[in-house]
């Protein structure tokens, strides 16, 4: 029997995707770093050096992260498009949403010096338009503010959902469903702000759970772009019943009745 698996022979895979770069994201990345996690953080270029700052009313102070500090911060980690002031975009015209999409993707490559592949949408609009948009800007997916509430992997890239956000009192248990789910390439992607933890008391719970999938050998940290490229390479893989045709540039994985194996770029395995 063929499984798919995820890169290194591994099960499942976890992601955090946070948006809005804010001042909290330094404890929360040093949270990923200490547990060898990896995070997807969602940035406006544009508000970087507002000194625009707001009380949360469970009363901790919300502040955006200025260039000098993010710039080093989120090496390791993938830096994503969240457009460039954080707009609601239900009533912005085309060349608007263009110039928000296109302004902070440039921004952002020139501050990070890396290419900025992936977009999440700010607040919950989200349009056929803005999605033409962000395909036109070049962007590899586009997260969305809708949970899947399933560890399945979606297939599409432009309306991709995390499993959840905000987990709160419910989190060690979706962990745990995690770890027990026979799901092929099963996810857990977990959406928020870093700011919530503060707001919630949630460090301790997200430590917890920090420390438990690091402790686990089938599970994967990994990127939302490394997670899309890597599902794009093995949706070109020509798959029968006796063999297995790489055609990406891509390694994939597999389990072949139990045991793993890696078919090499642009190369085929015949069992
Ligand atoms: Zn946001």
């Known amino acids: 029997m063929i499984r798919k698996l995820y890169p290194k022979g591994k099960e499942k895979a976890f992601n955090v995707t946070f948006d809005d770069g804010v001042l909290q994201d330094i404890r929360f990345v040093e949270l990923l770093n200490k547990y060898n996690l990896k995070g997807t953080f969602n940035l406006n270029s544009g508000l970087m050096e507002s000194e625009f700052e707001w009380t949360h009313k469970n009363g901790s102070i919300v502040k955006r992260l200025s260039k000098d500090k ?23 015209s085309e060349a608007e949403i263009l110039y928000e999409l296109k302004t902070d993707k440039d921004k952002l490559e020139k501050l990070f010096k890396r290419e900025i592949k992936g977009f999440a949408v700010p607040f919950h609009y989200y349009s056929g338009l803005i999605e033409s948009c962000v395909k036109q800007c070049g962007f590899s997916y586009a997260r969305i503010s809708e949970e899947s509430r399933s560890f399945t992997l979606q297939n599409d890239f432009y309306k991709w959902k995390a499993t959840i956000f905000h987990p709160r009192n419910s989190f060690d248990d979706i962990v745990r469903q ?31 759970v920090f420390k438990e999938i690091s402790s686990r050998n089938d599970i994967l940290p990994m990127t939302t772009i490394e997670i899309i490229e890597y599902l794009q390479a093995m949706n070109q893989a020509e798959i ?19 045991s793993a194996c890696e078919v090499k770029p642009n190369d085929y395995m015949i069992f």
């Not at 993010?70 to 912005?92: I, K, N, S, W």
């Not at 019943?241 to 390694?251: E, F, H, R």
């Open 70 to 92: 993010a710039a080093p911060l989120y090496q390791g980690h993938e830096v994503a498009c969240h457009t460039l002031t954080h707009p609601y975009m239900d009533d912005l």
């Open 178 to 208: 995690f770890i027990a789910s026979e799901e092929e390439l099963a996810l857990l992607q977990v959406g928020g702000h870093s700011y919530d933890l503060d707001a919630e008391d949630m460090w301790d719970s997200f430590e917890s």
């Open 240 to 258: 029968t019943g006796s063999s297995i045709k790489n055609n990406s540039d891509t390694g994939l994985w597999f389990s072949l009745d139990g």
